[in-house]
T-cell receptor, first 112, second 113 residues
């Protein structure tokens, strides 16, 4: 079945550092790809998405490009802030958008 | 404002008791979902419902039950058959029927003692 694999955390960076969180997927067909963010004690918020190969999703300085050839959707940000500390989930939606399949999540901590 | 309301935020129950988690949405979304979140394991799908009066098992449905009598409501019952019910439970609804965008509630943390 479909699956998503994220880089293991936790990840700790200093403020203004460059961020990469790796995400790869296995899926049949042409899934849509998502990054969600979860702040402590809260539900998930959609951060960005891409619905076809070579699409780039972006929001709040975060970016991710849908790479079909490497089945990847890595999350990047050029300069992180303390407020970016959260858990980040990569996810895919199967064809037909019936279900979302999540990676295990990566906890990110940014130190001032 | 439209959204998903999960209640209560924290729930404590004794082992062997059934407990029902509430999920209500005023977004007019057809599809609703229940996920379970455990530390380091991401989110796992328990049940989902595409329309009223219909629902399907997800990957970890054993020990759980749901109903979908109204479009706005999708309650989850954690039964005594669920071996390890302590977890964070998230309800979601789907706003993008083509590509699968979801809106999530703020979750219910269930602790069984």
């Amino acid at each position: 079945g479909d699956s998503v694999t994220q880089m293991e955390g936790p990840v700790t960076l200093s403020e203004e550092a460059f961020l990469t969180i790796n995400c790869t997927y296995t899926a049949t067909g042409y899934p849509s790809l998502f990054w969600y963010v979860q702040y402590p004690g809260e539900g998930l918020q959609l951060l960005l998405k891409a619905t076809k190969a070579d699409d780039k999703g972006s929001n709040k300085g975060f970016e991710a490009t849908y790479r079909k050839e490497t089945t990847s959707f890595h999350l990047e940000k050029g300069s992180v802030q303390v407020s970016d500390s959260a858990v980040y989930f990569c996810a895919l939606s199967d064809e037909g958008a019936q279900k979302l399949v999540f990676g295990q999540g990566t906890r990110l901590t940014i130190n001032p | 404002d439209g959204g998903i309301t999960q209640s209560p935020k924290y729930l404590f129950r004794k082992e062997g008791q059934n407990v029902t988690l509430s999920c209500e949405q005023n977004l007019n979304h057809d599809a609703m979902y229940w996920y379970r979140q455990d530390p380091g394991q991401g989110l796992r799908l328990i049940y989902y419902s595409q329309i009223v009066n219909d629902f399907q098992k997800g990957d970890i449905a054993e020990g759980y039950s749901v109903s979908r009598e109204k479009k706005e409501s999708f309650p989850l019952t954690v039964t005594s058959a669920q071996k390890n019910p302590t977890a964070f439970y998230l309800c979601a609804s789907r706003w993008d029927t083509i590509f699968g965008g979801y809106t999530f509630g703020s979750g219910t943390r269930l602790t069984v003692v």
